[in-house]
């Protein structure tokens, strides 16, 4: 019969992909292009938002865009027909979130030249994209008001690791239980650096303070 | 749905830990799964069955699952308590300021190969 031997690996399966993602958010550095990772549930506005935040950004610096979805073409045409920027669809092939090996292939097919900033749209989910670093330089959520604001106690690593928690269809709180100050403070309660900014896609409310804040965040990643 | 992602990974360490020590078939994954990893084992195993049987390496390969009580300590008053009962709070003083001290494990903790 033959011998049974064990072999002690002990090593955290996201060990490599943090790897990748440290690897890459170098070379963007070097290159000084700038990825911010942009999540949030199915439905909350956020190619809206981009629409919004890329027009009023587009004629200061060159941004391109990638989508990350398990189906479909329909955000990136939406995305260059709104704001004529490049933008490429990413497919995961039935997975849920996006790590930074496919990041890597997504951006070999961005034509990188002279851009500044490189949004990536991941796949709508509050679970998954928040357990594999994409090698982006920040992350950002977009939080909508018809979801809660009780969703930081609910997703906490989600909130935990995002530098900006944006709060998008503030027109509609008068008719949900919204309550923005108890938002504030379970986002706190998660992460204590995050930003909270509330907006409003649809009306453009507020997306100038996003913009202001991803224009400096750029700059200074580029010094 | 993570849980297929994450199997893919252990795929690529088991198989390239295989290599490193001249192994051609695996008969047993162990991991270490911590209990507030989001990861739910059952999925994870489910996961495993389809796409472990795709490779030579891993046909028939059994995952197995070792769950790691989640603890969280208390900066306050540096007491330590079960994670998944209490949460944030420390039920020993009420303290908000709490850190989770493990339970949070996605690992391979070792692999059984025949020699």
Redo the contacts between chains.
């Keep these: 019969m033959d011998a049974v031997k064990v072999i002690e690996i002990k090593k955290s399966v996201f060990a490599d992909n943090d790897e990748d993602a440290a690897k890459l958010r170098k070379e963007l550095k070097q290159k000084g292009v700038y990825l911010l990772n942009l999540m949030s549930s199915p439905g909350s506005g956020k190619t809206t938002t981009l629409i919004r935040l890329i027009n009023l950004l587009k004629d200061r610096i060159r941004i391109a865009v990638m989508e990350a979805d398990i189906d479909s073409d329909v955000d990136a045409v939406k995305i260059r027909e709104a704001t004529g920027i490049p933008s490429i669809q990413l497919h995961t092939g039935g997975m849920c979130h996006l790590d930074a090996e496919m990041t890597r292939q997504g951006l070999d097919n961005v034509p990188l030249d002279g851009v500044d900033l490189v949004i990536l749209e991941n796949v709508g989910n509050l679970v998954c994209p928040a357990e594999f670093d994409t090698g982006a330089v920040r992350n950002a959520m977009i939080l909508s008001v018809p979801e809660g604001h009780d969703k930081p106690l609910k997703y906490p690593l989600m909130f935990s690791i995002c530098d900006m928690v944006v709060i998008n269809k503030m027109d509609v709180a008068p008719y949900f239980d919204f309550d923005l100050e108890k938002c504030r403070e379970y986002v706190r309660l998660r992460n204590p650096r995050a930003k909270v900014l509330p907006i409003c896609a649809k009306t453009g409310e507020g997306v100038e303070a996003l913009a202001d804040w991803l224009l400096g965040e750029v700059r200074a990643w580029k010094e | 749905?993570?849980e297929?992602?994450?199997v893919f990974?252990?795929i690529?360490?088991?198989k390239k830990?295989a290599e490193e020590?001249g192994?051609s078939h695996v008969?047993t994954v162990v991991m270490n799964i911590g209990e507030v990893s989001?990861v739910i084992p059952e999925y994870l195993t489910d996961c495993w069955r389809w796409a472990a049987d795709k490779e030579d390496l891993l046909r028939d390969c059994e995952l197995r699952c070792d769950i790691i009580p989640a603890v969280t300590r208390c900066e306050d008053c540096g007491k330590e308590y079960g994670t998944v009962a209490h949460g944030?709070v420390c039920p020993h003083c009420g303290s908000?300021n709490t850190f989770l001290l493990r339970g949070n494990?996605?690992?391979?903790?070792?692999?059984?190969?025949?020699?």
């Design positions: 749905m993570h297929l992602g994450i990974y252990i690529r360490d088991v830990a020590n192994v008969s989001t944030k908000e494990e996605v690992e391979i903790k070792e692999i059984v190969v025949n020699s």
